[in-house]
């Protein structure tokens, strides 16, 4: 459909298997990852991008501990492992990803002190990408999501997506979830809640 683009979130090296935040089951979703992207014409890529030291990373807090929460101007935030840092091994894709189809790729949480689920405005929920600009301009009406974290990243772009005014649908057997303290659950139902379609498939 030439209105129609596919958003592969975040199947980058830390977020899979031996990642510095490895997402269950993120690489048995690989193959249905890479027909998604063999279906469509039009494909975008998100990728995490963090400067070493990070505000979100748990190493840059005295005393703190991976997955704890802190106060962030913006609300809450939770503190993460180091990952994704800028030009490391653990932010390339994942070498099994079928990236070389993409026409564009985001980066996100670039700036040190705010972290970046959505691939369309940082969690201060102020700080855009330009992604939906960019959507919009070149036609796109409705929007396909895949890839990582369901719970977050993923959910987070979908909910901003259809804000934005896009249809979309994720396909949830193409994604993996860290599942925080009842996330997936949590965010299925928000996504849902929200218009966005979960029955599409790989």
Known sequence: M???ALIVVDMQNDFCEGGALAVPGANGILPLVNR????HDHVILTQDWHPAGHASFASAWADAVPFSTVKFPYGSQT???DHCVQGSPGAAFHPGLEATK????VRKGFHTGIDSYSAFRENDRMTRTGLDGYLKARGFTR???CGLALDYCVAWSAIDARQAGFDVAVVVEATAAIDLDGSRRRMLTEMR????NLNATA
């Open 79 to 81: 503190l993460w492992p």
């Open 102 to 105: 993409a026409q564009m790729i």
């Open 36 to 39: 998604l992207i063999g279906r």
């Open 143 to 145: 929007l396909i999501i």
């Open 2 to 4: 030439p209105n129609e």
């Open 193 to 196: 809640q929200g218009g966005i």
